[in-house]
């Protein structure tokens, strides 16, 4: 789909904003699978850039057709981190202006654990204990490098891992992530509320309730809600319940200008 499609979508739907986030991904050893992306409806290769600049012209041209309509176009980006490729994210996140940054971490040992063909791969040679070790230990390194803005989908692993461990996989982050909670705390550093687990068949957004109450006992302040549309009838899926479970919370949500938090 276009952005102008996404946008039209966007309005239809009563949104007043929309963000961008295409993916950028750095792992070298995944070069085959990931470094694409598609222009004109073309699979071009991600390392040219010339796809964001196409992205920053037609986001240009959709702020001028839709701006008036009262819709606010974002430019957003979506990392998959990877460590060890900070300098590629640097890089580009320096180069063009972008709105928001979001870090998601998307692989364990080059492994996508979002995806269910590929998290068998991992999650079938591991016991939860190791992927505890290697998803919050990744985590950490994407917070400790102040690359991004905010998290995305936290508790990504909740995908498909209760599928291989059972129930106990909700339980994973106790222990280990109260310590990133305050370091994302201290570096001003967002958490998304991710609602793609709602049309998925899980019952909680990503990160799920008890992991928002822990990044609020944290001092985590900055919250963004997305819908991770990968097609048009996804946008906006059940935002407004995440934007009303954080407000119950007593929790505020954020928009991202020029990579600056504003409160709505
Ligand atoms: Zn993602």
């Not at 986030?21 to 070298?28: C, F, Q």
């Not at 998601?104 to 063909?117: F, N, T, Y």
């Not at 400790?144 to 129930?167: N, V």
């Amino acid at each position: 789909m276009s952005i102008f499609e996404y946008c039209r979508e966007a309005l239809a739907r009563g949104l007043v904003e929309i963000c961008f986030t295409p993916h950028l991904e750095v792992d070298p050893r995944r070069r085959h699978i990931d470094w694409f992306v598609r222009v004109d409806g073309k699979i071009e290769p991600m390392e040219s850039e010339r796809w964001l600049e196409r992205y920053f012209q037609d986001l240009e041209e959709a702020r001028k057709e839709f701006s008036s309509a009262g819709l606010r176009v974002k430019a957003g980006l979506e990392v998959g981190f990877e460590r060890g490729a900070e300098a590629a994210v640097e890089k580009v996140a320096a180069r063009y202006p972008f709105d928001f940054v979001l870090g998601s971490i998307h692989c364990l040992e080059h492994q996508a654990i979002s995806s269910r063909r590929e998290c068998r791969e991992y999650f079938a040679h591991k016991n939860l204990d190791a992927v505890a070790k290697d998803y919050f230990g990744a985590l950490k390194e994407a917070v400790d490098s102040g690359l991004f803005d905010c998290i995305g989908h936290l508790d990504l692993y909740k995908r498909y891992g209760g599928e291989f461990f059972g129930r106990e996989i909700n339980d994973l982050h106790r222990g280990r992530v109260e310590d990133i909670f305050r370091a994302m705390a201290r570096k001003g550093t967002g958490l998304e509320v991710n609602t793609s687990s709602r049309r998925r068949g899980l019952t909680e957004f990503h990160p799920s309730t008890d992991l928002l109450a822990l990044a609020k006992k944290a001092g985590v302040r900055i919250f963004t809600v997305g819908s991770d549309a990968h097609r048009k009838k996804d946008l906006g899926y059940c935002t407004r319940e995440a934007v009303q479970l954080l407000k119950e919370m007593g929790l505020r949500v954020c928009a991202f200008v020029l990579r600056k938090p504003v409160f709505l």
